[in-house]
């Protein structure tokens, strides 16, 4: 089995707050692993570290077994990342957005222009491509955004909340575009978010609260366990269950 990512013992306070307390996970290449959890849970603080802008108290990650600590370039090279506050420029058009990118990662502006096309005719945005992206509706730009992401041919994924704001059939024509991604393309992907539709089908879905994982598995598993009809039932029970752990 190849590791695209693995945290060990992972610690970031914020003063007497412990964002996240010593997690530990691992995540198997050509996999879609869920990082559920509500706000406050410690998702944020995880991406932020996974993305080098901030550094962990303590613990390790490497990506594709690059320490991210020890050898930056070459972890974060391995990374596509779509965050949650849109990134794009506004006044450049879709293909500019996705050109300018590539430039900046190091291709040449034909090679960068050859994958804008591929990327943006694969996710049906072809004739939408020379339109300013402050002119596309919400659904479109998140797949720019999507598609600006894989211009590196990354090893690793990150969605922190991709779907903010998207209607249904938005986030349901994106939740099956990162899904097809995987299960097709080999790629490896973490997504984070709070809503549990969009999950379901993970390979692996964690949950974590209050900066601990408090479950772990498929959703058969996580049903299982907390003995739940449904994943948000089973999220629900074991975020209840991590709270009063916490009040005691």
């Not at 996240?20 to 869920?34: M, N, P, R």
Request: hydrophobic share 40%; charged share 20%; net charge neutral.
């Amino acid at each position: 089995m190849t590791v695209a990512l693995s945290i060990d013992h992972l610690v970031k306070s914020y003063g007497t707050l412990k964002a996240l307390d010593a997690i530990s996970f691992s995540v198997e290449a050509g996999k879609v692993t869920a990082l559920l959890g509500p706000n406050g849970a410690g998702k944020t603080t995880l991406f932020q570290i996974l993305t080098g802008l901030f550094v962990a108290d303590s613990g390790q990650v490497s990506i594709l077994g690059f320490d991210i600590a020890k050898d930056p370039v070459a972890a974060l090279k391995q990374l596509g990342i779509v965050f949650q506050q849109s990134a794009l420029d506004p006044d450049l058009t879709a293909q500019q957005n996705l050109v300018f990118h590539g430039g900046l990662h190091g291709l040449s502006r034909k090679e960068s222009t050859s994958r804008a096309d591929r990327w943006l005719h694969s996710f049906g945005l072809k004739e939408s491509s020379k339109k300013p992206c402050r002119q596309l509706s919400g659904g479109m730009k998140r797949r720019v955004e999507l598609a600006r992401a894989l211009m590196t041919e990354p090893a690793l994924l990150l969605l922190d909340e991709p779907t903010q704001g998207l209607d249904p059939k938005s986030r349901k024509e994106l939740v099956e575009t990162v899904f097809s991604l995987a299960r097709e393309n080999g790629l490896s992907v973490v997504w984070a978010t709070h809503l549990v539709g969009e999950v379901v089908d993970a390979d692996t879905i964690i949950v974590l609260d209050h900066g601990h994982i408090v479950g772990k598995g498929t959703s058969a598993e996580l049903l299982a366990r907390t003995n739940s009809r449904t994943l948000e039932d089973a999220f629900l029970a074991l975020t209840a269950q991590s709270r009063e752990g916490l009040a005691e």
